[in-house]
């Protein structure tokens, strides 16, 4: 999945991979468990932000 392709209807606007998904957050200061969330990232990663056209608004959805 990369930028421009379309997912479920909706335009692929950013990707992001693990580390950047840790350091959002790091940064808002949220607690989590760093191996759970691999675990989830795993099964669910990587996560997209996507155009809704319908909407008219970008949102965060897992890729799988």
Not at 3 to 22: S, T
Not at 50 to 57: A, G, K, N, Y
Request: charged share 30%; with cysteine; proline share 3%.
């Amino acid at each position: 999945m990369k930028i421009g392709d379309l997912f479920n209807g909706m335009l692929v606007l950013e990707v992001w991979d693990f580390k950047k998904y840790c350091n959002v957050h790091d940064e808002l200061e949220l607690e989590y468990d760093i191996e759970d969330a691999w675990d989830h990232w795993q099964k669910a990663g990587p996560l997209l932000v996507v155009f809704d056209p319908e909407r008219q608004t970008a949102s965060k959805v897992w890729s799988k």
